[in-house]
């Protein structure tokens, strides 16, 4: 049974990852700082699973803690999903969402490349991107000057990733997620309402639970059909599999470049108002909202061309945005209860 690292598994994607990865037959051990998630989630995650997964509370900015855990652990390879991930605190952050982002990105790399573990999926994002000038953005497009401290870790990254692979026996994939959205069918994994929602969908599912009073829309003056902001939404189960396949790809040495990045999306935009006239529909309720001034740093439309995912790793998008939604609002409702 093959053992993998899932660093930040206690978190949105980490955890569907991690039950994915379960059922799928792997041996999973989380190293999780508890930051941006609770302990409560790895019980969750053994109810769905029936396995218990080993979990080391560790922070990866402490470089011995991490040097320990690799001493003392036989891993054949890692998913690496921790990092700080809120765009505009990351403006008024930098310094601790470089420190974050990057000296634990480079301890898990140096632990790797000293204990010869060769595989490695790295959580990239559409950031990467900003506005690009041609849509659906496909892998090829210009890597745009990042918009954020946040965006440039991400950019970073995947500089020091491919660095990496051209003087070790690294072998690693970025995985650029478009809008990951949506919780687990069992309702008992989700995105954890931590502070202040930045993203729409769990701005949503609060201000129809009565949590919040109005859902504000940034900007309804984009050159968009119905001038709201355009992405590509994608169900976090969708986005789990994918790391999955790609992980496999690497085991079983079936990658065509030491470093290779797919985007993972559905290939599909959708407006603001398209969300949210969806969720009026798949949920039955409505929702108040109000139009506000754009906010800063946000690009107008960003939807993902798929077909190298599609056909390199076999993965496409399967589940609906009616469903993502509907599963974002059964989660929100066993939060309010
Ligand atoms: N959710 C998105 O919209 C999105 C989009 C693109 C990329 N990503 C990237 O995907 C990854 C996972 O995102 P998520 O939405 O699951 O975020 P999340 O905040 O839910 O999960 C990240 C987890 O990492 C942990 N963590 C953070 N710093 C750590 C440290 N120093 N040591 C140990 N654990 C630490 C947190 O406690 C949290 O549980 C991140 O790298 C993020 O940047 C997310």
Redesign the pocket.
């Known amino acids: 049974m093959k053992k993998i690292l899932v660093?930040?598994g206690?978190?949105?994607?980490?955890s569907h990852t991690v039950v994915a990865l379960q059922q799928e037959g792997f041996e999973v051990v989380i190293?999780?700082?508890?930051?941006?998630?609770t302990i409560e989630v790895l019980d969750k995650i053994t109810s769905i699973t029936n396995l218990k997964p080993e979990y080391h509370n560790?922070?990866?900015?402490d470089k011995t803690a991490v040097k320990t855990f690799f001493a003392n652990n036989a891993i054949d390879g890692v998913i690496h999903?921790?990092?700080?991930?809120a765009v505009g605190e990351s403006v008024q952050m930098p310094l601790e969402y470089y420190e974050?982002n990057i000296s634990?990105l480079v301890y898990v790399l140096q632990e790797m490349t000293a204990n010869k573990i060769n595989n490695f999926i790295f959580?990239?994002?559409?950031?990467v991107y900003g506005q690009a000038d041609e849509l659906p953005i496909t892998e090829n497009a210009p890597i745009k000057p990042a918009e954020s401290p946040?965006g440039n870790t991400?950019q970073i990254g995947e500089e020091i990733i491919k660095d990496t692979t051209k003087v070790s026996d690294l072998k690693a994939i970025a995985l650029r997620?478009f809008?990951?959205i949506g919780a687990h069918e069992s309702a008992k994994i989700g995105?954890?309402p931590i502070g202040v929602p930045q993203?729409l969908i769990p701005f949503v599912t609060q201000t129809a639970a009565g949590i919040r009073e109005e859902l504000s829309i940034y900007g309804n003056d984009y050159p968009t059909p119905d001038g709201t902001a355009v992405r590509d939404y994608i169900h976090v189960v969708d986005l789990a599999k994918a790391h999955i396949i790609a992980l496999k790809r690497l085991l079983d040495n079936k990658n065509k470049a030491a470093f290779e990045v797919f985007n993972l999306g559905t290939g599909k935009g959708n407006s603001v108002l398209e969300v949210i006239q969806t969720f009026e529909k798949v949920t039955g309720k409505k929702l108040n909202y109000k139009f506000v001034e754009r906010r800063e740093g946000d690009i107008t439309a960003a939807y993902a061309d798929t077909t190298i995912a599609n056909k390199e790793l076999g993965w496409k998008a399967e589940l609906t945005l009616d469903e993502a939604l509907l599963s974002a609002w059964k989660w929100q409702l066993t939060l309010k209860g």
């Not at 190293?31 to 998630?37: A, E, F, G, P, T």
Request: glycine share 8%.
């Open positions: 660093t930040g206690l978190g949105f994607i980490g190293i999780d700082n508890l930051s941006n998630s560790l922070d990866l900015r999903f921790a990092a700080s991930k974050n634990s959580s990239s994002s559409c950031t946040y991400k997620y809008n990951p995105e954890l993203n």
